[in-house]
């Protein structure tokens, strides 16, 4: 086994930066400091350092999105004719509609079972609060509302914090961190799954301030992940299909098509769902697989809509635009005027103010959380006292609100309270607090001009904004695009009313309704800092596209205004996880530094032909924990350092080791048969750890030769190459290890995701972050 000599360390050290959570500030032209080898040891041995945004986690690691062209590999595909590549092709295009029917029929669960669960809670709640409003005691019916929100909500919390921490949130973070080529631990399992639809079952049933939106991308790219290996590595039940496809590359294709499956099963919009998938969440793309996701986007809509209008007994009827139903805006309501458009951009850029306030409140609250409420039981808490606070709340501007409306023969408030209003009345705020997120944007979208009044309104969107702020980051399953579409339909609608009431004809061209959609646009924006793909879900879910102008120019005000204070919120819940994401480009200010520089050294090298106990030494060395090996090779009758032949996986040395592909063996003919690439595709993705491989003493002295399944030709850049280049190399590929090597093909580094994601531009330039194992 060979060693390269270190050149460049990695800054991994709290020490040696003043202060943990600091980043490095890198001055242009300055050169790295050269690090002893006492030092570097402390590498293997990351030192436990409290949480900072500031550090990035040496507990992810990369995914293989770059095929593994060894011998195997070659050899099957020169063997595959033009009819199977197309079976393969034909094979892609039924997996993908699978997905899509899978996706759409837990929507429909999910939406079947939260209107049920909801209904039944929300009628005893309003049948209780008749009762007491007679014969007085009001204070039993709140806390029968804060007792059934906080026992259904912790339900909800207790299966996300004992069982599968990762199904907490939207989920659209860690899928984004997937497909940017992150390994997440558990984040496309089964069990995440089965949690994730439980839990976001019992948020929405709980009365919590969240959607139902981001569970639904994150289920849709489980059953992806899923449905694409033919198999479940969690049931242990292998169906001997789509065994092609057993690997990153391919799945990360299939977990694109899941993602946009669940956008457009919960808004109804198949082609907002491929944009979405690209916009947010792709990091790579091609023609072909926009089709496929766009048919798998169709069958999730497709199959939604049937079953539901099964079980609402309308057979046929398939125009229920999907789980989030905004309802359609008819074409009288819809028109609007070139002199709004100011007005529009106006709405665009406070949609941006208050998401960025959102952004900045959430940020400080889940450092907060990432400290303090780490443990499971103390989340349960957490959750519970959510909901019961939310409860209270609602039940308390409820209470205190004189903002009666008639009752009339059309009304469309699902639940309508009198409380204290006149017989034919009902209480308008009501409509707001005592509903479903989903239905009370559609009561701001749809209901006629006077139904609310702005102290009913402002109100509102005050109480609202902070309790979605809070609830979301607890540990449930919870979106973020209904609430953010309620606060912002909220004051929209806030802004049509004061429009009308400032002018005499204003009554004629500020309908409450279509400034409402606008304020849903402009928040969700300003939270999310989605355009395109916004814009089409926005025009797809509402049944117009009238509006595609005014919600795309709202939408980018939104995004540039939230931009100039603080990211989007799914980009700050990554950096606060410590995540290695690769963003599109490398650091504007960072030509001047090299692979050399960047690279990670010393680095463990094998030899073509290498002993087995060596190797095991190698994968059991827990200080080191590498899981890419360059193979190199002597010149023989030489004195000249090794020279690269090729680069082989940890993953592939364990699958190795456990069919005990040695030298001796082959030899001697005791082996069965020779290895292929199904041996490796059925450990895919759970390869054993080395400890449960026995090598007897005797093996240990064996030889392995590696010419057969290591890639024999690996991507490499000189030690010269600039930083630009190598990202943009690396990023472009979907590499997991990019080797260095000097004039002479010799190793002398090796590149890996997190040598590239350590430099951001800080307040101070650039900056190099802190490794830590958080």
Request: with cysteine; glycine share 8%.
């Amino acid at each position: 086994m060979a060693n390269i000599t270190k050149k460049v360390s990695w800054s991994s050290r709290a020490d040696e930066s003043g202060s943990a959570g600091e980043g490095t500030p890198l001055l242009n032209g300055s050169e790295q400091p050269r690090h002893s080898r006492q030092q570097d040891s402390l590498r293997g041995q990351p030192k436990e350092i409290p949480h900072n945004e500031k550090l990035l986690s040496l507990k992810y690691e990369s995914l293989d999105y770059d095929n593994i062209e060894n011998q195997l590999f070659l050899e099957e595909e020169r063997r595959m004719s033009y009819m199977g590549f197309r079976c393969l092709e034909i094979s892609r295009w039924v997996v993908c509609g699978l997905i899509g029917f899978l996706t759409g029929l837990i929507a429909c669960f999910i939406d079947i079972v939260v209107e049920q669960l909801a209904g039944m809670k929300y009628q005893v709640v309003k049948e209780n609060i008749e009762k007491f409003t007679e014969v007085g005691g009001l204070s039993i019916s709140l806390l029968l509302w804060a007792v059934l929100n906080s026992a259904i909500v912790m339900v909800g919390a207790i299966i996300v914090a004992f069982f599968e921490p990762i199904a907490a949130g939207s989920g659209i973070p860690q899928i984004k961190c997937y497909l940017n080529g992150v390994k997440i631990p558990r984040v496309v399992r089964l069990k995440t799954l089965v949690v994730k639809v439980c839990g976001v079952i019992c948020s929405v049933v709980g009365g919590l301030a969240v959607g139902k939106e981001g569970p639904m991308i994150h289920s849709g790219a489980v059953v992806a992940a899923g449905v694409s290996q033919g198999r479940s590595t969690s049931l242990k039940r292998d169906f001997k299909i789509f065994e092609y496809f057993r690997r990153d590359t391919e799945k990360r294709d299939f977990v694109s098509a899941g993602a946009a499956a669940g956008v457009s099963a919960a808004f109804g919009a198949p082609v907002g769902g491929v944009l979405f998938s690209l916009e947010e969440g792709a990091s790579f793309w091609n023609q072909m697989l926009t089709w496929r996701i766009f048919f798998a986007s169709m069958i999730s809509t497709f199959t939604l809509n049937f079953f539901l209008s099964i079980y609402h007994r309308k057979p046929g009827d398939l125009s229920n635009p999907g789980l989030i139903n905004f309802g359609r805006f008819q074409s009288d309501s819809v028109v609007y005027n070139l002199y709004e458009i100011p007005l529009f951009i106006a709405m665009g850029a406070i949609g941006g103010l208050l998401g960025a306030l959102f952004n900045v409140l959430n940020y400080w609250l889940t450092i907060f959380r990432i400290r303090y409420v780490h443990r499971p039981c103390l989340q349960v808490m957490e959750a519970m006292l959510v909901a019961g606070v939310t409860a209270t709340v609602s039940f308390t501007m409820i209470y205190f609100s004189n903002d009666c409306q008639p009752l009339g023969p059309e009304h469309t408030e699902e639940y309508p309270l009198q409380l204290f209003c006149a017989d034919g009345e009902y209480n308008s705020m009501a409509t707001a607090f005592f509903n479903t997120p989903e239905r009370s944007v559609r009561s701001l979208f749809h209901n006629q001009p006077g139904t609310y009044n702005p102290l009913t309104l402002g109100l509102f969107t005050l109480t609202y904004f902070f309790l979605a702020c809070w609830t979301y980051g607890l540990a449930v399953s919870a979106g973020v695009f209904i609430p953010s579409l309620l606060i912002g339909a909220a004051w929209g609608r806030l802004c049509g009313i004061l429009l009308a009431s400032s002018t005499s004809t204003g009554s004629i061209w500020a309908d409450p309704g279509k400034y409402a959609l606008i304020g849903a646009a402009a928040q969700l924006g300003g939270i999310v800092r989605m355009t395109l793909s916004l814009t089409v879900i926005m025009v797809e879910a509402t049944g117009n596209v009238t509006y595609g102008l005014p919600i795309m120019l709202v939408l980018m005000t939104a995004k540039i205004v939230g931009d100039y204070f603080v990211e989007g919120l799914y980009d700050i819940h990554i950096k606060l996880q410590s995540v290695p994401f690769l963003h599109w480009e490398a650091p504007a200010t960072s030509h001047w530094l090299t692979a050399r520089e960047v690279m990670s050294s010393p680095v463990t090298c094998l030899n073509r032909i290498e002993k087995v106990g060596t190797i095991v030494d190698t994968l059991s060395n827990t200080s080191t924990n590498h899981n890419g090996f360059p193979v190199v090779v002597q010149v023989s009758g030489s004195d000249e350092p090794a020279k690269l032949y090729g680069l082989i996986l940890r993953s592939q040395l364990i699958v190795l080791l456990k069919h005990k592909v040695f030298v001796e063996l082959a030899r001697s003919r005791l082996t069965h048969r020779k290895l292929q690439l199904k041996d490796f595709r059925d450990a895919y993705p759970r390869f054993p750890p080395i400890q449960s491989i026995h090598v007897s003493q005797d093996e240990r002295e064996c030889m392995m030769d590696l010419t057969e399944f290591m890639n024999a030709t690996p991507y490499t850049v000189p030690q010269e190459t600039s930083l630009p280049r190598v990202f943009k190399l690396f990023r472009a590929l979907g590499l997991r290890h990019l080797v260095v090597v000097d004039d002479e093909n010799r190793v002398v580094g090796l590149v890996t995701r997190k040598d590239l994601a350590r430099y951001h531009l800080g307040k101070h330039g650039l900056e190099e972050l802190q490794l830590a194992q958080t």
